[in-house]
């Protein structure tokens, strides 16, 4: 909310938001002549249906004041949109613009007595938004003067040619700086104290009444090589602090946590154990074969999230180990300290305060742990290469401590932070790589990973050639399909189509001219059934989207360490691909107790950044008393059943919230079914810690024999077909067991009488009973 007041001295309190489908007729209203021979005669529709941002400001009675679009390549024909960087960097080479901190103004219009505010409140918002934003450029007819509005703003840089008549344009930049804060990140002082107490105060008081008012200069003061206290101000007034200790309690995070991505946080050493004895694996083989048998179905069995089998999970993050952590990137990140010293502060988090509790030596708690001798744990000699976040507060101003707080520790390689379930995630950890917790973890708290290498900004997304090959096989040795990701890279760079002619591109991300990501995707040939199979138009208008601007991805994966770069890849591939859509399909794991194609299986960690498409209810058409009437063969046709995730130009910039809060449903009933079914649905919102308890699992998942379907009750809601197309496993973690007891106070369920399973909100739905015979 900000308020606006024009020369005559009126005032309008303004809203900003993004701009939604009935904001277009008072968009058309607000379109001037000057504003077409600035912009050039659009189609609105057509454009914020491929804008990668767009910005409505509205007032108190819901009247649009203004509205700009911002899309990532030109206006005007003056480049095209996959290589528009070597025209801006030959013109202003003191202009480091990239794809990644790059965006142009494609349309601006405003209410003319408020226009000069309208137009500095939407370009705040950008920048805030867009945390790796620094230039927005805006390109004009040569001549055209901006007006009295956009000059205010933006800066002419030089002119650029037409690429296909003599006409020049002129080019003009806004830069973030001008625009938002500009912060100072050094080291904490005591005088500091005055500042930062009433931002701290404001969120939390527990450890002003546990310590004293004064706790926080004693925090200040008490600095020595290992604990360090850092603060950023504002015009010389403090607006945040973090205390970072280089002790970790490595101990007990290697019990609750899978940090081998990571190795363990620590050194790599000759007397490390990273694989388990062949007896273990034996054993552990028949173990896991008991688990799956009906018999033995009161045991635990924890499926993954945002993954459809554990072998995908475990591929993902496994890459984060030895190859690209130890070998690859530690002598990169040497190589390039200056520019990780000297990058831009990006980072914007809203009102937040933090406080570590288990992840310090210091700490005093005591935690015990049930034992877990189900899994080999992987034991590790080297010294720590990890610190800490202690306590963290902020104003709601931008900031990015990340940059000095590794600058205080040369010898550290990961920076890590536990945060409690319910905290909402603010955009500091929203770099940070989220860990796996091990089954028997039962810390309140989350705990995320950031590396070094995080920091650098040199991330370039581009085509596959054949020099990448190498690069390629290293990066994707460990992962479950490296077969198939390879077979498509060396189809791509022999014919760039498949054998029967569909399209094929292949994108890696590279940073210091390292292979760091892959990516495969082809045109998608089925999009007429999507369309009728698929709500696909409750995110895209679909007659604005040409046939070959459909893209199916098959394989994405992305070294753990630049994960935060993942919606950046995503919207370079829409970019240099010429897309403005992109399929997944999640399939089913096993049907009819066989496992279905490789074609079917194949793996992306992106899915937490794709939106999840419902299902449509199909009608069964007589096709044989139709004849000529009947639907097209791709409409009609009987295909495999898979849930589908999709991405798009409009959401390429959106912000997902992600909700930690640990949600436990017991029983797969109809009721929990819905439940979970309507939290993964929500477009806008990742519930990531989602936890279903039932005797049988997660329906679907496990088709049951004949002679079990017997003992239950008939579901008409939900069939086979019906979990197949949601995917639940995807996204919900499943125990099966049987609960037995709950302990409201410690919010914790007992299942099978031994075992815990915490909570923070619990749901009992439970519907499905057994039938007794006659």
Same mark, same amino acid.
């Given at each position: 909310?900000?308020?606006?007041?024009?020369?005559?001295?009126?005032?309008?309190?303004?809203?900003?938001?993004?701009?939604?489908?009935?904001?277009?007729?008072?968009?058309?209203?607000?379109?001037?002549?000057?504003?077409?021979?600035?912009?050039?005669?659009?189609?609105?529709?057509?454009?914020?249906?491929?804008?990668?941002?767009?910005?409505?400001?509205?007032?108190?009675?819901?009247?649009?004041?203004?509205?700009?679009?911002?899309?990532?390549?030109?206006?005007?024909?003056?480049?095209?949109?996959?290589?528009?960087?070597?025209?801006?960097?030959?013109?202003?080479?003191?202009?480091?613009?990239?794809?990644?901190?790059?965006?142009?103004?494609?349309?601006?219009? !405003?209410?003319?007595?408020?226009?000069?505010?309208?137009?500095?409140?939407?370009?705040?918002?950008?920048?805030?938004?867009?945390?790796?934003?620094?230039?927005?450029?805006?390109?004009?007819?040569?001549?055209?003067?901006?007006?009295?509005?956009?000059?205010?703003?933006?800066?002419?840089?030089?002119?650029?040619?037409?690429?296909?008549?003599?006409?020049?344009?002129?080019?003009?930049?806004?830069?973030?700086?001008?625009?938002?804060?500009?912060?100072?990140?050094?080291?904490? =002082?005591?005088?500091?104290?005055?500042?930062?107490?009433?931002?701290?105060?404001?969120?939390?008081?527990?450890? @002003?009444?546990?310590?004293?008012?004064?706790?926080?200069?004693?925090?200040?003061?008490?600095?020595?090589?290992?604990?360090?206290?850092?603060?950023?101000?504002?015009?010389?007034?403090?607006?945040?602090?973090?205390?970072?200790?280089?002790?970790?309690?490595?101990?007990?995070?290697? @019990?609750?946590?899978?940090?081998?991505?990571?190795?363990?946080?620590?050194?790599?050493?000759?007397?490390?154990?990273?694989?388990?004895?062949?007896?273990?694996?034996?054993?552990?083989?028949?173990?896991?074969?008991?688990?799956?048998?009906?018999?033995?179905?009161?045991?635990?069995?924890?499926?993954?999230?945002?993954?459809?089998?554990?072998?995908? =999970?475990?591929?993902?993050?496994?890459?984060?180990?030895?190859?690209?952590?130890?070998?690859?990137?530690?002598?990169?990140?040497?190589?390039?300290?200056?520019?990780?010293?000297?990058?831009?502060?990006?980072?914007?988090?809203?009102?937040?305060?933090?406080?570590?509790?288990?992840?310090?030596? =210091?700490?005093?708690?005591?935690?015990?742990?049930?034992? #877990?001798?189900?899994?080999?744990?992987?034991?590790?000699?080297?010294?720590?290469?990890?610190?800490?976040?202690?306590?963290?507060?902020?104003?709601?101003?931008?900031?990015?401590?990340?940059?000095?707080?590794?600058?205080?520790?040369?010898?550290? #390689?990961?920076?890590?932070?536990?945060?409690?379930?319910?905290?909402?995630?603010?955009?500091?950890?929203?770099?940070?790589?989220?860990?796996?917790?091990?089954?028997?973890?039962?810390?309140?708290?989350?705990?995320?990973?950031?590396?070094?290498?995080?920091?650098?900004?040199?991330?370039?997304?581009?085509?596959?050639?054949?020099? #990448?090959?190498?690069?390629?096989?290293?990066?994707?040795?460990?992962?479950?399909?490296?077969?198939?990701?390879?077979?498509?890279? $060396?189809?791509?760079?022999? !014919?760039?189509?498949?054998?029967?002619?569909?399209?094929?591109?292949?994108?890696?991300?590279?940073?210091?001219?390292?292979?760091?990501?892959? !990516?495969?995707?082809?045109?998608?040939?089925?999009?007429?059934?999507?369309?009728?199979?698929?709500?696909?138009?409750?995110?895209?208008?679909?007659?604005?989207?040409?046939?070959?601007?459909?893209?199916?991805?098959?394989?994405?994966?992305?070294?753990?360490?630049?994960?935060?770069?993942? $919606?950046?890849?995503?919207?370079?591939?829409?970019?240099?691909?010429? $897309?403005?859509?992109?399929?997944?399909?999640?399939?089913?794991?096993?049907?009819?107790?066989?496992?279905?194609?490789?074609?079917?299986?194949?793996?992306?960690?992106?899915?937490?950044?794709?939106?999840?498409?419902?299902?449509?209810?199909?009608?069964?058409?007589?096709?044989? $008393?139709?004849?000529?009437?009947?639907?097209? @063969?791709?409409?009609?046709? #009987?295909?495999?059943?898979?849930?589908?995730?999709?991405?798009?130009?409009?959401?390429?910039?959106?912000?997902?919230?992600?909700?930690?809060? @640990?949600?436990?449903?017991?029983?797969?009933?109809?009721?929990?079914?819905?439940?979970?079914?309507?939290?993964?649905?929500?477009?806008?919102?990742?519930?990531?810690?989602?936890?279903?308890?039932?005797?049988?699992?997660?329906?679907?998942?496990?088709?049951?024999?004949?002679?079990?379907?017997?003992?239950?009750?008939?579901?008409?809601?939900?069939?086979?077909?019906?979990?197949?197309?949601?995917?639940?496993?995807?996204?919900?973690?499943?125990?099966? !067991?049987?609960?037995?007891?709950?302990?409201?106070?410690?919010?914790?369920?007992?299942?099978? =009488?031994?075992?815990?399973?915490?909570?923070?909100?619990?749901?009992?739905?439970?519907?499905?009973?057994?039938?007794?015979?006659?």
């Amino acid at each position: 909310m900000s308020v606006l007041t024009s020369p005559r001295g009126k005032v309008e309190v303004v809203h900003c938001r993004r701009t939604e489908t009935q904001d277009i007729y008072c968009i058309k209203n607000l379109i001037r002549k000057f504003t077409q021979k600035l912009f050039g005669n659009l189609n609105i529709i057509y454009l914020l249906e491929k804008a990668n941002l767009a910005i409505t400001l509205h007032n108190d009675q819901e009247e649009i004041m203004a509205q700009a679009t911002f899309l990532d390549y030109p206006n005007w024909n003056i480049a095209t949109q996959d290589d528009w960087v070597s025209v801006f960097r030959e013109l202003d080479s003191d202009i480091p613009c990239t794809p990644l901190n790059t965006l142009f103004m494609h349309l601006f219009v !405003a209410v003319d007595e408020y226009s000069v505010g309208c137009c500095k409140e939407i370009i705040r918002t950008v920048f805030k938004a867009v945390l790796d934003l620094h230039f927005v450029f805006l390109i004009v007819p040569s001549c055209m003067s901006l007006g009295s509005t956009l000059i205010t703003v933006f800066s002419q840089v030089g002119y650029v040619p037409s690429l296909t008549n003599d006409e020049d344009f002129a080019v003009h930049v806004c830069h973030r700086h001008n625009h938002y804060p500009q912060l100072h990140i050094r080291k904490a =002082r005591v005088e500091d104290h005055d500042d930062l107490m009433p931002i701290f105060l404001h969120h939390d008081t527990i450890l @002003k009444e546990t310590y004293g008012e004064y706790f926080l200069a004693e925090l200040i003061e008490a600095q020595d090589e290992e604990n360090h206290a850092v603060v950023c101000e504002v015009e010389g007034v403090a607006v945040g602090f973090m205390s970072v200790c280089s002790q970790v309690n490595l101990e007990l995070l290697h @019990k609750c946590f899978d940090l081998a991505p990571f190795h363990g946080l620590c050194i790599p050493h000759q007397d490390d154990i990273l694989e388990p004895p062949q007896e273990f694996s034996i054993h552990e083989s028949s173990d896991s074969q008991l688990e799956n048998s009906s018999e033995e179905s009161q045991k635990i069995v924890k499926e993954p999230q945002e993954a459809v089998s554990l072998e995908t =999970r475990e591929s993902i993050q496994r890459k984060g180990t030895e190859a690209a952590v130890e070998e690859a990137l530690s002598p990169v990140t040497s190589e390039n300290t200056g520019e990780v010293k000297d990058s831009e502060k990006l980072s914007q988090v809203s009102s937040m305060v933090y406080m570590g509790y288990y992840i310090s030596h =210091r700490s005093s708690l005591s935690v015990s742990l049930p034992e #877990d001798t189900s899994s080999f744990r992987p034991i590790y000699k080297g010294t720590s290469t990890a610190f800490c976040i202690q306590l963290f507060f902020i104003d709601e101003k931008s900031l990015d401590f990340m940059n000095f707080v590794f600058h205080l520790f040369h010898d550290k #390689d990961f920076c890590i932070i536990s945060v409690p379930h319910l905290t909402p995630e603010f955009v500091l950890i929203q770099s940070f790589v989220k860990v796996v917790p091990f089954n028997n973890c039962t810390l309140e708290q989350d705990l995320y990973v950031f590396h070094r290498a995080g920091l650098l900004k040199t991330i370039k997304i581009r085509l596959a050639t054949l020099l #990448d090959t190498p690069g390629v096989e290293k990066l994707v040795s460990t992962l479950m399909p490296c077969k198939s990701i390879l077979e498509d890279l $060396k189809q791509y760079n022999e !014919a760039r189509r498949d054998p029967d002619g569909t399209p094929l591109q292949v994108f890696v991300a590279e940073v210091a001219e390292q292979v760091v990501g892959i !990516a495969v995707i082809r045109n998608e040939m089925d999009i007429e059934y999507i369309r009728s199979h698929y709500n696909i138009e409750d995110f895209i208008y679909f007659n604005h989207h040409q046939r070959e601007e459909h893209g199916h991805l098959y394989h994405f994966v992305l070294n753990p360490i630049f994960r935060h770069y993942t $919606k950046f890849f995503l919207k370079e591939i829409l970019r240099l691909g010429y $897309k403005s859509c992109l399929y997944y399909p999640v399939y089913p794991q096993v049907k009819e107790g066989k496992v279905q194609s490789p074609k079917a299986h194949s793996l992306t960690s992106a899915l937490h950044y794709l939106v999840p498409v419902r299902p449509r209810r199909q009608i069964v058409y007589p096709l044989e $008393k139709l004849g000529i009437n009947a639907p097209s @063969k791709e409409v009609s046709k #009987d295909a495999l059943s898979y849930a589908l995730n999709h991405t798009n130009r409009k959401l390429s910039l959106e912000p997902k919230i992600t909700v930690n809060a @640990k949600i436990v449903v017991v029983g797969a009933s109809n009721v929990g079914i819905s439940f979970l079914e309507t939290l993964v649905f929500c477009s806008h919102l990742k519930f990531s810690n989602l936890t279903l308890i039932s005797t049988y699992g997660l329906p679907g998942k496990k088709l049951l024999g004949n002679e079990q379907r017997k003992f239950l009750a008939n579901d008409h809601c939900y069939n086979d077909r019906d979990h197949e197309l949601m995917s639940l496993c995807s996204w919900v973690n499943v125990v099966v !067991a049987k609960m037995t007891a709950i302990d409201r106070t410690a919010k914790q369920v007992v299942v099978s =009488r031994e075992k815990v399973v915490l909570y923070d909100h619990l749901i009992l739905c439970t519907g499905r009973q057994y039938q007794g015979s006659s």
